[in-house]
C-alpha cells in the first residue's frame, strides 16, 4: 500500500500546483483591476460549476457599501439575447414566423423588412434615440408605443435596404418586443417573467422601473467620475438622462440581474428548457445578406465560429455607469460573466485572463 501512495500523493500535488498556476492567470489579472479601482463581480464557469467568483469594489460609492457576488446590475444590451429568445419561444409556439414582415404586427413607415432581419440587426431601421432626443418632451417617460409614434410621425430615413449589411439597431429590438406583445396579446414584461425568468429560477432577474430598481436594497449603482475624479452614481450627469425618459422602453435592454442568474441562463441554453437544440442552432448561427456575405450576429448573439476554445457566443452591454459581458464557448460548456458598475477599461483585460486561465483550466 506504501508503494501505492507516493505516487498517488505525487499525482495530488501535482494537480493541484497546476490547478493554482491556471488560476493565477486569473487572479492577478482581478488584483490588478482591483489595485486600479474596478468595480464589479467576475465569475467563470465550467459545465455549470463555479470556478471562480469574486466581488470587487462598491455597490455604492458615496454610500461606502461593498459589492457582493449576489448584487445585481443592469444588463443593458445583454438584454438582447432575452428579447430575442422570446421571438423564438414565439415562433416555436406558431405565433410568428422570422420571415413575416414586420407589417404585419405593427404600423411602422418602413417596408420591406422581416423578424430575421431586425433580431440580426441587417434591418437598415433608423436610431430611434435621434428622433426622441430632437422632439419628445423629456418631463414624461417613453415606452414602445411611443417610439413607435414617433417614428411615423417624424419619419427618419432607412439607413439601407434591408439585408444589405450589418448595422446594430436598437430600435430593430424595440421593434421585436412590441412584436412579441401583439403575438401574444400580453405585456413583454409579463411575458418574460412568465416564460424565461421563473421558469429557470432567475429569482434575482427582472425589467424594473426606476422606482422598482430603488426598492431593491442589493442593486449596484452604476458610476461615473466627476470632475474631482470621484466615482459618483451615473444618475446625476446630464449624459445619463435618457435612461429616465426612455424609461418604458422594452426590448433593447432594461434587465437587471446577478451574474449567477446569468449562470443559470446560460447553462438552460444547453437544454430544451425553453427551446429546441434546432432552434438554438439557428439562433448560433450567422446571417446571410443580400450579397451572399455572412454578418456573425445571431439572434441575439454576437459570434465567433473558431475562437481558441471552439465556437463562442458572446454579448456585451454598455449603459451610464454598466459595462458588461457575457461569454460562452459552447462546444466546451465554459463560460466567463462579468459584471461591471463603475465603467472600468480593465473589462477587457479581465475577459482575456478569464479566457486564457479557462483554456488551460
Not at 22 to 47: H, M, T
Not at 132 to 155: C, F, R, T
Not at 276 to 287: G, R, W
Not at 322 to 338: A, G
Amino acid at each position: 500500500m506504501k508503494r501505492l501512495f507516493l505516487p498517488i500523493l505525487f499525482v495530488l500535488l501535482f494537480t493541484s500546483t497546476l490547478l493554482n498556476a491556471q488560476e493565477k492567470i486569473l487572479v492577478d489579472a482581478v488584483e490588478k483591476a482591483r489595485s486600479e479601482n474596478f468595480s464589479g463581480v467576475i465569475l467563470v464557469a465550467q459545465e455549470g460549476k463555479i470556478l471562480y467568483e469574486e466581488a470587487i469594489g462598491m455597490r455604492s460609492f458615496e454610500n461606502h457599501v461593498v459589492l457582493k457576488v449576489k448584487d445585481i446590475f443592469e444588463m443593458a444590451s445583454v438584454s438582447k439575447q432575452f428579447t430575442a429568445m422570446m421571438i423564438m419561444m414565439c415562433q416555436e409556439k406558431g405565433l410568428l414566423d422570422y420571415d413575416d414582415a414586420v407589417g404585419k404586427y405593427l404600423d411602422i413607415p418602413y417596408r420591406g423588412i422581416t423578424i430575421r432581419q431586425l433580431l440580426t440587426h441587417t434591418s437598415g431601421v433608423p436610431d430611434y434615440q435621434a428622433v426622441m432626443d430632437e422632439h419628445w418632451d423629456k418631463s414624461k417617460v417613453a415606452g414602445n408605443p411611443d417610439i413607435l409614434e414617433y417614428l411615423n410621425k417624424y419619419q427618419p430615413p432607412m439607413l439601407f435596404e434591408p439585408g444589405e449589411k450589418y448595422q446594430y439597431s436598437n430600435t430593430g429590438y424595440v421593434f421585436l418586443a412590441s412584436i412579441v406583445e401583439k403575438a401574444t396579446g400580453k405585456d413583454f414584461v409579463e411575458m418574460m417573467r412568465e416564460w424565461i425568468f421563473k421558469p429557470l429560477g432567475m429569482k434575482s432577474t427582472d425589467i424594473r422601473s426606476p422606482e422598482e430598481k430603488a426598492k431593491v436594497k442589493n442593486f449596484a449603482a452604476g458610476h461615473i467620475k466627476n470632475n474631482d475624479g470621484n466615482y459618483v452614481n451615473a444618475n446625476t450627469f446630464r449624459s445619463s438622462d435618457y435612461t429616465v425618459w426612455l424609461g418604458n422602453r422594452k426590448g433593447p435592454g432594461r434587465v437587471s440581474s446577478t451574474a449567477e442568474d446569468l449562470l443559470l441562463w446560460d447553462q438552460a441554453l444547453y437544454e430544451d428548457k425553453l427551446v429546441s437544440k434546432e432552434t438554438l442552432d439557428l439562433a448560433f448561427s450567422p446571417a446571410k445578406l443580400n450579397d451572399g456575405t455572412r454578418s456573425y450576429y445571431g439572434f441575439g448573439w454576437e459570434l465567433e465560429p473558431k475562437s481558441p476554445l471552439g465556437k463562442m457566443v458572446m454579448h456585451t452591454g454598455d449603459n451610464p455607469g454598466y459595462k458588461t459581458i457575457i461569454v460562452r464557448f459552447i462546444e466546451e460548456n465554459k463560460t466567463i460573466i462579468i459584471l461591471n458598475n463603475n465603467y472600468h477599461p480593465d473589462m477587457m483585460r479581465l475577459v482575456e485572463a478569464a479566457t486564457l486561465s479557462l483554456g488551460k483550466w
